[in-house]
């Protein structure tokens, strides 16, 4: 049943079986994309190597993997959910818990913060947010090849929705805690919207956890708008244990002179698989897109960019760093893509990483279509060792090689970090990141809940 | 302090230093000077400890021990400090952080507390006006953009907060203004205890004014071809190498 084809069809099969139930559950808006979006995954089917974009990554143990649950968490998951504290323990944030891809309480599935931002349940805003859900679901997706994405619109029947009225800015970032746990194997698709209004300024913090050592399977979407004039910050962190499978889809959809960043940061999963989608919509937008992997073991990370300059005067930036232990493998593509009329666009990309062993392996590839004459754009790859010179440098001031290496895989991974606005978050950041190049961050090593 | 006896080394197999002798005593100021690429930063490496120099004959005694069996970090606790003709650039490692951390590690080999973080940013203040480096540079990334002549002043920074009882400081002078010489020159002269000493690698006489060698060396080919008091500096700036280029292939001849 593991060649391509019959495995893409068990899928369908899945779908066709439970497409009743999903639907009884779900929004009539959200149903009436299932259809079309399922015969988009037939054509496509699950991603092979043979996609060029999935060329470095392969999913077969991930999606050739019989689950034992592919829809409904259980009431017991909830109570996990609701106990679950981050411990992020500076960081004042409006928080959030998505368990295994539902919005898990009962009463409040809408929350209303200062300003008049509303976050809660995507299949509640459906209802109560019927404008924006309309104005704004699936329409950034514009005929993605990737038949996940398609699989995701066809099955997914809940996730976050955050809407963020005109001119609001809130200091406090908002964390979106994404929690897998389950005593079976499982598979889960969510769906979330974020609507950031005209003139906005927030940030949001995307935390994805799991919280059992079953296998389990994630395939999430996160649709943003980002109006005229906006600011919005999303930072994702991955800490996964090495029997979870997770892949993200994130599209961007930026007005003029709007300002958006993307931040993927995976400490630790055993297979995950991003793709960040940029669009530039409209003149004088700018957007940033970063990424920091550290893996070890058999652990793979790929991340899949795709920046969209489709108006005059906009600026890109990508950045993306790996550090790869043991056989360690990972993969960057970056796909920069102007368009004709996208004169004074800047674009710059920057992919470099450190294999600490010779079993690492690490496959990055740029990719540019320029399609205008008056366009500033540069991209640059580094695989590489440790700075040998460097290290002697901290060597001949007294510092031990070991505290000299990590100082500089630290200094390697804190480029990335740093970017991040909030500052309690960053501090946080740079913390796990060394815990975790120390060796000291197991799974779930800065959860409340403990498990396995 | 310093002995080194008949050091040959070479780097990918490459002879490059050919039988150097050299003492070093406590209070002393060694000068070396010699044309470009006769080997002289090579010498400062063996003596740091950078591994990509292999010794293949020769040793090198530092109060009394073998110099050539530590590790680089040990010789730099046990009082060795190169200033780098070439300052590295590391992005991301704060100077601070850089700094915090030698410091810290110099004071645990010798059996001390580590520093409070209030103690430690005073002694950075106290060493930052020592050497008049612009206090901004120190909340940076350790030499990551630094002009020319700050990385040189950041060498003497870093000099003055680990009080070494060896200096190697090779090329300091480099680079730098005629303010920024005499800054670096004064800093070093006051970092300079009765019983501790430099060797000062250049090309120039003229930093040799600020800081008077009791000795010049003149490395050539991988070999001291000529030592002597201060004024040979003096000689070398007014003639160049060419006359002991000469002297040494002729006795090489005969
Ligand atoms: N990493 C290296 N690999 C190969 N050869 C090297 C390396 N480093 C130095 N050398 C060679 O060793 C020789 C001595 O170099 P060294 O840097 O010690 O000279 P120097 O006296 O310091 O010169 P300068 O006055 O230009 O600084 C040169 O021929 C140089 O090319
Ligand atoms: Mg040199």
């Not at chain 1, 930036?317 to 790869?324: A, E, R």
């Not at chain 2, 630094?146 to 870093?158: A, H, P, R, V, Y």
């Not at chain 2, 008091?229 to 002297?247: M, N, R, S």
Request: hydrophobic share 35%; with cysteine.
């Amino acid at each position: 049943m593991n060649n391509p084809s019959e495995r893409s069809e068990r899928y369908y099969n899945l779908y066709k079986e439970n497409i009743k139930r999903i639907s009884e559950r779900s929004s009539p808006y959200f149903n009436s994309f299932r259809e079309a979006a399922i015969d988009e995954f037939n054509k496509l089917g699950i991603p092979t190597k043979k996609n060029e974009s999935y060329r470095y990554t392969n999913l077969d143990t991930f999606f050739n993997h019989e689950y034992k649950s592919y829809f409904m968490p259980s009431a017991s998951d909830f109570k996990k959910a609701e106990e679950f504290r981050c411990d992020v323990t500076d960081l004042d944030a409006h928080g959030i818990v998505l368990m295994n891809g539902f919005y898990p309480t009962i009463k409040d599935k809408m929350r209303k913060l200062p300003g008049g931002i509303w976050i809660g349940s995507m299949n509640e805003a459906a209802d109560k947010f019927g404008d924006q859900i309309r104005k704004h679901y699936n329409k950034y997706i514009n005929g993605n090849s990737d038949g996940l994405v398609h699989l995701n619109t066809a099955m997914a029947s809940d996730g976050v929705f955050i809407y963020i009225p005109e001119g609001v800015v809130l200091t406090k970032p908002i964390q979106i805690i994404n929690l897998v746990q389950s005593d079976e194997d499982i598979f889960n698709q969510h769906r979330s919207l974020i609507v950031a209004e005209k003139n906005s300024d927030v940030t949001v913090i995307v935390c994805d956890h799991t919280l059992s050592p079953n296998k389990f399977l994630t395939n999430g979407i996160t649709e943003i708008y980002v109006g005229e004039n906006a600011h919005f910050e999303i930072i994702r962190v991955q800490n996964e244990h090495n029997n979870a499978g997770k892949i993200t889809h994130t599209f961007m959809h930026q007005e003029r002179n709007s300002y958006a960043s993307s931040n993927n940061i995976t400490l630790h999963g055993g297979l995950v698989r991003n793709s960040t989608y940029h669009f530039l919509g409209g003149e004088g937008a700018e957007c940033k897109s970063l990424g920091l992997f550290l893996a070890d073991k058999w652990q793979h990370v790929d991340n899949f960019v795709n920046v969209d300059h489709a108006f005059p005067k906009c600026t890109s930036n990508q950045l993306f760093k790996g550090v790869l232990d043991d056989m360690a493998t990972g993969a960057f593509n970056g796909r920069i893509y102007v368009h004709k009329d996208a004169q004074g666009t800047v674009a710059y990309q920057k992919n470099n990483n450190i294999l600490l062993t010779d079993d690492a392996k690490m496959d990055t590839k740029p990719q540019l279509e320029i399609y205008a004459d008056d366009v500033k754009c540069s991209h640059g790859a580094t695989v590489g060792q440790l700075n040998d010179d460097a290290l002697f440098y901290l060597q001949s001031r007294g510092i031990e090689k070991r505290e000299a290496r990590l100082m500089l895989m630290f200094g390697f991974a804190h480029e990335v970090i740093q970017n991040i606005k909030v500052e309690a978050l960053r501090d946080r950041m740079d913390k796990l990141v060394m815990q975790r190049l120390k060796g000291e961050l197991s799974r779930c090593a800065f959860c409340m809940v403990k498990c396995g | 302090m310093l002995i080194i006896k008949n050091l040959k080394a070479e780097i990918n197999g490459k002879a490059i230093l050919k039988g150097i002798s050299l003492e070093v005593k406590a209070g002393e100021i060694h000068a070396i000077m010699g044309p470009n690429g006769s080997g002289k930063s090579t010498l400062a490496a063996v003596l740091a400890g950078r591994e990509l120099v292999t010794v293949t004959e020769g040793s090198v005694t530092y109060f009394g021990k073998n110099l050539l069996e530590m590790p680089p970090e040990e010789r730099s606790k046990e009082g060795i400090f190169l200033g780098f003709q070439y300052p590295i650039e590391i992005p991301g490692v704060s100077m601070v952080n850089f700094m915090k951390t030698a410091v810290n590690e110099h004071r645990k080999y010798k059996g001390l507390e580590p520093l409070s973080a209030s103690d430690f940013l005073k002694m950075m203040r106290e060493k930052k006006e020592l050497v008049e480096i612009d206090s901004k540079l120190a909340n940076r990334s350790v030499n990551e953009g630094f002009s020319g002549g700050e990385k040189k002043k950041n060498e003497i920074f870093q000099m003055a907060m680990l009080e070494p009882r060896l200096a190697i400081l090779d090329e300091t002078d480099s680079g730098l203004d005629i303010d920024a010489l005499r800054i670096v020159a004064n800093g070093v002269n006051k970092l300079k205890r009765p019983d501790s000493s430099a060797i000062v690698i250049t090309h120039y006489q003229r930093l040799l004014d600020f800081i008077i060698p009791d000795v010049v060396h003149v490395l050539y080919d991988g070999r001291i071809v000529k030592t002597a008091g201060k004024e040979l500096a003096l000689e070398l700036e007014e003639k160049g190498y060419d006359w002991i280029k000469k002297e040494v292939d002729k006795k090489d001849l005969a």
